[in-house]
T-cell receptor, first 116, second 108 residues
Framework: DTGVSQDPRHKITKRGQNVTFRCDPISEHNRLYWYRQTLGQGPEFLTY????????KSRLLSDRFSAERPKGSFSTLEIQRTEQGDSAMYLC??????????????FGPGTRLTVL | KNEVEQSPQNLTAQEGEFITINCSYS?????LHWLQQHPGGGIVSLFMLSSGKKKHGRLIATINIQEKHSSLHITASHPRDSAVYIC??????????FGEGTQLTVNP
């Protein structure tokens, strides 16, 4: 399967614990996006990378959240000191990129986080 | 006011009916996307368009740039079309801003 993959698919944690999610994009895609979706709502943008550079972060991304894409391939999203409000589906997407062209984003299956 | 507004929020139809979902946006965009989300979370891109009209099977998407409005039509609806349909816009080719989605249920 050459689509976007995410791991784990489900994570249950206790408040105050740290969690880390992984996203593997489609191999030739140089853009990688993280979104968050709470129940009944549309997804919200968190951050995105072009290759290994983090180009934009939402103000939703508090200092408890950090994302990396160290070699321009897979990415990790870490949440420190989780809170119940962090419970959501975390979605990763990838796409090609160029200055003047918009490309379709391909989404992974998501990681559902439950903070108890 | 959200940058992307969809209507209706919920839609129930009988199999075979013609369905329309509307999307309005308030910002300048490089493209508008229609996405489908099934229970369990997986999101699939249906269309990306910046002008005119696109058709794929029983699905048709239109956009009016001047009015900042797009519609997604489903002809001859089927129960397997039941899903959440999400409108999203991209600005300067990067991140997507999403509407809240339309929950469509098609009854047999």
């Amino acid at each position: 399967d050459t689509g976007v993959s995410q791991d784990p698919r489900h994570k249950i944690t206790k408040r105050g614990q740290n969690v880390t999610f992984r996203c593997d994009p489609i191999s030739e895609h140089n853009r990688l996006y993280w979104y968050r979706q709470t129940l009944g709502q549309g997804p919200e943008f968190l951050t995105y990378f072009q290759n290994e550079a983090q180009l934009e972060k939402s103000r939703l991304l508090s200092d408890r959240f950090s994302a990396e894409r160290p070699k321009g391939s897979f990415s990790t999203l870490e949440i420190q000191r989780t809170e119940q409000g962090d419970s959501a589906m975390y979605l990763c997407a990838s796409s090609l990129a160029s200055l003047f062209t918009t490309y379709t984003q391909y989404f992974g299956p998501g990681t559902r986080l439950t903070v108890l | 006011k959200n940058e992307v507004e969809q209507s209706p929020q919920n839609l129930t139809a009988q199999e075979g009916e013609f369905i329309t979902i509307n999307c309005s946006y308030s910002v300048g965009i490089s493209a508008l996307h229609w996405l489908q989300q099934h229970p369990g979370g997986g999101i699939v891109s249906l269309f990306m368009l910046s002008s005119g009209k696109k058709k794929h099977g029983r699905l048709i998407a239109t956009i009016n740039i001047q009015e900042k409005h797009s519609s997604l039509h489903i002809t001859a609806s089927h129960p397997r079309d039941s899903a959440v349909y999400i409108c999203a816009v991209s600005t300067s080719g990067s991140r997507l801003t999403f509407g809240e989605g339309t929950q469509l249920t098609v009854n047999p």
